[in-house]
């Protein structure tokens, strides 16, 4: 029953900023706290974790490929997940996915794919001059 559903992808030049969201539906957040991690996939190249965000947004983990350049962040009012992409390169062309799994506790945050149920059907990220 839980939907994802990302935007906010497209065509930008290296060096440049992009904000994805991710809004979830189809849940209740108190009786079904989620933790929202941001997978890629680039051709060729096997799925990987850039960021997650535990229930309760205390807990927060990057990829050491986009450390220090994405930063994620929610908004539990509105049911939407932010990744803000700063100092964009080629590198970081690849279909981003939002994906969401059941907490046990509001700090978890795993950035694994076992540890996620749903999945949002993704938005390309082109980063290209």
């Known amino acids: 029953q839980l939907q994802l559903v990302e935007s906010g992808g497209g065509l930008v030049q290296p060096g440049g900023s992009l904000r994805l969201s991710c809004e979830a539906s189809?849940?209740?957040?108190?009786?079904?706290?989620?933790?929202i991690g941001w997978f890629r996939q680039a051709p060729g190249k096997e799925r990987e974790g850039v960021s997650c965000?535990?229930?309760?947004?205390?807990?927060?983990n990057y990829g050491d490929s986009v450390k220090d350049r994405f930063t994620v962040s929610r908004d539990n009012a509105k049911n939407t997940f932010y990744l803000q992409m700063n100092k964009l390169t080629p590198e970081d062309t690849a279909i981003y996915y939002c994906?969401?799994?059941?907490?046990?506790?509001?700090?978890?945050?795993?950035?694994?794919?076992?540890?996620?149920?749903?999945w949002g059907p993704g938005t390309q990220v082109t980063v290209s001059s």
């Open positions: 994906a969401a799994g059941t907490s046990l506790d509001g700090s978890m945050c795993p950035v694994k794919t076992f540890a996620y149920d749903y």
């Open positions: 189809g849940f209740n957040s108190y009786y079904f706290p989620i933790h």
């Open positions: 965000i535990s229930s309760s947004g205390a807990t927060i």
